[in-house]
């Protein structure tokens, strides 16, 4: 059994471009969540979707930021024009139905913003 | 609001001396409890959790901690520390009551085990 697949698992930009996280969560888990972990700070949650539904968003920024979780393939995290304050370490993680507190955590992506 | 305070940035410890990482939390309903455990350039591990019961929970690689209602706190504990347990170790906290699994975490604190 597969555990959570993110990738890339590097990531370049330069200001101003988009960047495209994507998160494949373990078989039969419905729940992601991405978490974001900026140099010298510890995770902060971002957002928590279903399936095609976006649950919890209280940690996304407002701007720029969005997320998705489609009924087919990966959930999707998408910074526009991204600034060199976006530079961090982003988790995905997910869960089972109705299991909230057993989250198991992907490797992460890691965003450089040049 | 939930918070998370993990008292110690850094523990340097040396091998199989015991250990202890606070973590002390503040929410006004009930709560789980959760320690994970982060090596360098690796996503987070589930440590161990509380989330009812028994208010000592165990991990299989002899990490204790003991939830603590009336002090709010739930520390992590070994008896003995091997070089490998060097990591940094997140405290974390999620309110049930919620229904959305958030995690709050704390700031981490880097467990550096010394030969």
């Known amino acids: 059994n597969a555990g959570v697949m993110q990738n890339p698992r590097h990531l370049v930009r330069r200001r101003g471009q988009e960047a495209r996280l994507r998160c494949s969560p373990m078989k039969g888990h419905s729940h992601v969540y991405w978490y974001r972990q900026l140099p010298e700070e510890g995770l902060k949650f971002m957002v928590y979707?279903?399936?095609?539904?976006?649950?919890?968003e209280s940690g996304m920024p407002k701007e720029r930021f969005s997320a998705e979780f489609p009924k087919e393939g990966p959930s999707i995290l998408r910074i526009q024009q991204v600034v060199r304050g976006d530079s961090a370490a982003y988790f995905c993680?997910?869960?089972?139905?109705?299991?909230?507190?057993?989250?198991?955590f992907g490797p992460g992506t890691r965003l450089t913003v040049t | 609001a939930q918070s998370v305070t993990q008292l110690d940035s850094q523990v340097p410890v040396f091998e199989e001396a015991p250990v202890e990482l606070r973590c002390n939390y503040s929410s006004s309903v009930s709560v789980y409890l959760f320690w994970y455990v982060q090596y360098p350039n690796q996503g987070l591990q589930l440590l161990l959790k509380?989330?009812?019961?028994?208010?000592l929970v165990e991990s299989i690689n002899g990490f204790e901690a003991e939830f603590n209602k009336s002090q709010t706190s739930f520390h992590l504990r070994k008896p003995s520390v091997h070089i490998s347990d060097t990591a940094e170790y997140f405290c974390?906290?999620?309110?049930?009551?919620?229904?959305?699994?958030?995690?709050?975490f704390g700031q981490g604190t880097t467990l550096q085990v010394k030969p």
């Open positions: 979707l279903q399936k095609e539904n976006i649950i919890d």
């Open positions: 974390a906290v999620s309110e049930p009551s919620s229904n959305t699994g958030k995690l709050i």
């Open positions: 509380y989330l009812s019961g028994s208010t």
């Open positions: 993680a997910s869960s089972p139905p109705r299991q909230f507190y057993e989250q198991y």
